[in-house]
């Protein structure tokens, strides 16, 4: 039997930079942070670092990589500076074979803009590592079981991406514009998966879930749920929703928790 004392794993949909300085969001993604318990370390594994093989960014704190224009400057006056999790790096370049390590990388918005509202207090050592997206989907998903052991070591495994992601699809200006059909159709398919624990299906996705062509016309924010949920597999934990809703229309808000 699996130990008790298993972290949980967390997808999240981070939504646009300007996240970071959300009311909202701080409230949201609070109280995620807070109904966790406090995890010996993060690992972060963000859309917006797309490297493969599988890479470790910095184990030592640097600036915030801003890896984005158009947004306010208040953004720019962000900081997060938690430690770096350099013991850490260690055990994911064990348990994943072919892994490698950059000390160059920083943190990019997908790992910070969720962590300022769950851990404000930056006070908890955070990891980076990139996700190889072009991988097929069963591969991902056994990333995922690569990195499960970390979990009994008090580590909160956080992949960060986005459930339903078409920024070209977003009503711009309307935030309470109504859900599409396809985006509703889409993230209903997920969830039913998620809940059944039916993993199997869900790495088909492309193939299987309806609306996915406009869910996402590139798959990026969408194969971080893959490695998270291959982290669940060796407890098949409770799952939940703790954030919900869409904003813009299609963009989903969508939070998985397990465990």
């Known amino acids: 039997m699996p130990p008790a004392t298993l972290m949980p794993v967390v997808f999240v949909s981070h939504g646009a930079p300007t996240m970071a300085l959300d009311p909202v969001a701080a ?22 670092w797309l490297e493969s093989p599988p890479t470790v960014g910095t184990r030592t704190t640097r600036e915030l990589l801003h890896d984005y224009s158009g ?27 072919g892994s490698r390590l950059d000390d160059e990388r920083p943190w990019d918005h997908g790992v910070w803009t969720p962590l300022v509202h769950m851990q404000p207090a930056a006070d908890v050592a955070v990891l980076q590592l990139s996700v190889p997206w072009r991988l097929p989907p069963e591969r991902l998903h056994q990333l995922g079981r690569q990195l499960a052991p970390l979990r009994a070591q008090g580590v909160l495994i956080l992949a960060s991406g986005g459930m339903v992601h078409n920024l070209g699809q977003l009503a711009w200006g309307r935030p309470d514009a109504p859900v599409p059909k396809w985006a509703s159709e889409f993230e209903a398919w997920t969830r039913a998966q998620l809940v059944g624990h039916d993993h199997d299906r869900l ?25 998270a949920a291959g982290a669940a597999t060796i407890d098949a934990p409770s799952v939940s929703f703790p954030i919900e809703g869409f904003e813009l229309g299609s963009l989903s808000r969508l939070a998985v928790r397990w465990g």
Not at 27 to 48: K, N, W
């Open 203 to 227: 790495v088909t996705w492309r193939e299987r879930a309806p609306g996915c062509a406009l869910a996402h016309p590139s798959h990026d924010h969408f194969v971080p749920l893959l490695v």
């Open 27 to 48: 409230r949201d993604f609070g109280a995620l942070g807070r109904a966790v318990a406090r995890p010996v370390a993060i690992l972060v594994l963000s859309a917006h």
């Open 71 to 97: 947004f306010p400057t208040e953004l720019r006056q962000v900081r997060y500076p938690a430690p770096a999790a350099a013991a850490l790096a260690q055990d994911v370049l064990r348990l994943v074979p």
